[in-house]
């Protein structure tokens, strides 16, 4: 433990380097899903139309998927032999993210549409009496509900941020270019160097830490 608290402390770049890299991954991913997903809470939670709950479901669903199924799909895709094989995706930055966005989205539209369908009717029907439309309404709703979002982007990045499987799958744990802390974990502890290992099992314990602060904040804000 003295070591592992010394190369936190003493700046190692390494250890820092991979810190630096996880949290770069888990905002740009969080960033891509928030992107649709709250659209589609939105859509979902305002909209009526045929199979609805088969939709909601099948979101819900996808937020319990294993990381490992979604990294297989994500690396079918984008593997040479894959449809989009020729961009060179794999093992690079660009297909963890990728992953980690496909990992983010359901997150985000579950959560963005369960907490507004809890939002008061009447907010709704003002919005129809004034005439909002479109992206007028959009923005309405995302500014009644920025608790909301925030707690599902918190969520999300939380998310990511702890998985192994997709970054292990499409990044390949190269050092200096997709090693994330999880994966560097994994690998150290394989190896006997439990210190960096220790190291940033520390640090991913207090963005657990704070992630689940903020979330508590935001749903209840007398704590």
Request: charge should be positive; hydrophobic fraction near 50%.
């Amino acid at each position: 433990m003295r070591e592992a608290f010394r190369l936190l402390l003493s700046g190692d770049g390494e250890t820092w380097g991979i810190v630096a890299r996880s949290v770069r991954f888990s905002f740009l991913s969080t960033v891509f899903a928030l992107l649709p997903g709250v659209p589609l809470g939105i859509a979902l939670a305002l909209g009526r139309f045929p199979g609805k709950r088969i939709i909601v479901s099948v979101v819900n669903a996808m937020t319990a998927v294993p990381t490992v199924v979604i990294g297989l799909v994500v690396y079918t895709a984008i593997s040479r032999s894959g449809p989009m094989g020729n961009l060179g995706w794999l093992f690079a930055p660009t297909g963890v993210v990728l992953g980690q966005t496909c990992l983010a989205l359901p997150v985000v539209t579950a959560l963005s549409y369960t907490g507004l369908a809890k939002l008061d009717p009447r907010f709704h029907e003002t919005l129809t009496t004034l005439g909002a439309k479109g992206p007028l309404r959009l923005l309405a709703t995302i500014r009644e509900a920025r608790p909301v979002l925030i707690a599902a982007a918190v969520t999300a990045f939380g998310r990511v941020t702890g998985e192994v499987g997709v970054s292990m799958m499409l990044g390949g744990n190269i050092r200096h270019l997709t090693r994330t802390m999880t994966t560097a974990i994994a690998l150290d502890a394989a190896k006997g160097d439990f210190e960096r290992a220790l190291s940033l099992g520390v640090v991913l314990l207090l963005i657990a830490l704070a992630v689940n602060l903020i979330l508590h904040l935001l749903t209840d804000p007398g704590v």
